[in-house]
Antibody
Framework: QLLLEESGPGLVQPSGTLSLSCTVS??????????WGWIRQSPGEGLQWLGY???????SYNPSLRSRLTMSINTSANRFSLKLRSVTAADTGVYFC???????????????WGQGILVTVSS | QSVLTQSPSVSGTSGQRVTISCSGS????????VYWYHKLPGMAPRLLIY???LRPSGVPDRFVGSRSGTSASLAISGLRSEDEGDYYC????????????FGGGTKLTV
């Protein structure tokens, strides 16, 4: 069973950069047609897709966050990461990493998710 | 930005059948698969339906997904208390270089 686990600071200063990593175990991050992405849920809100990255380094981002978002991947560590710049209180929420399907599956999050990590933007 | 529209809430009693709808547009549901997820507080979303009408192993056949035109629906029959929670539809949207879009979620009360 593929396992994903988020890690990173639980508190970020306003105007700072939110940095999270997701470590994948029991499977390779370089598997063909496996894409690796992030979804978040702000308090009282619904799910918001942030983006995904492929092991080749190609990415797809939510247009509303594209100017502040960078994703990267470390294949030797079986880990991928997210950086969200210039954060405000609106970026507070639970951040989930998830394996996404390939083009045949519409590039959507599938069966494998991390448990989520709460990130609070506050001074 | 494109949106997927879901009713905020739906309710039913044990054993009943309910339907959750998801309305989109030609650029998302009209041309791409729909996925459905069940979300409980403090838990990661659980995939219920993929490729619009397929169930992953372990998801009961009480959950049935369908898609027609620019709309999709999730029917849940034989309602059980553990079905309570939030349900989200999602689809790929072909506009703006492409992105994943989630519906606003529907809260099911049993």
């Amino acid at each position: 069973q593929l396992l994903l686990e988020e890690s990173g600071p639980g508190l970020v200063q306003p105007s700072g950069t939110l940095s999270l990593s997701c470590t994948v175990s029991n499977g390779s991050i370089t598997t063909t047609n496996h894409y690796w992405g992030w979804i978040r849920q702000s308090p009282g809100e619904g799910l918001q897709w942030l983006g995904y990255i492929y092991y080749s380094g190609s990415t797809s981002y939510n247009p509303s966050l594209r100017s502040r978002l960078t994703m990267s991947i470390n294949t030797s560590a079986n880990r991928f990461s997210l950086k969200l710049r210039s954060v405000t209180a609106a970026d507070t929420g639970v951040y989930f990493c998830a394996r996404h399907g390939g083009s045949r599956d519409g590039h959507l999050p599938g069966l494998n998710w991390g448990q989520g990590i709460l990130v609070t933007v506050s001074s | 930005q494109s949106v997927l529209t879901q009713s905020p809430s739906v309710s039913g009693t044990s054993g009943q059948r309910v339907t959750i709808s998801c309305s989109g547009s030609p650029s998302n549901i009209g041309s791409n698969y729909v996925y459905w997820y069940h979300k409980l507080p403090g838990m990661a979303p659980r995939l219920l339906i993929y490729r619009s009408d397929l169930r992953p192993s372990g998801v009961p056949d009480r959950f049935v997904g369908s898609r027609s035109g620019t709309s999709a629906s999730l029917a849940i029959s034989g309602l059980r208390s553990e079905d309570e929670g939030d349900y989200y539809c999602a689809a790929w949207d072909d506009s703006l270089s492409g992105f994943v879009i989630f519906g606003g979620g529907t809260k099911l009360t049993v």
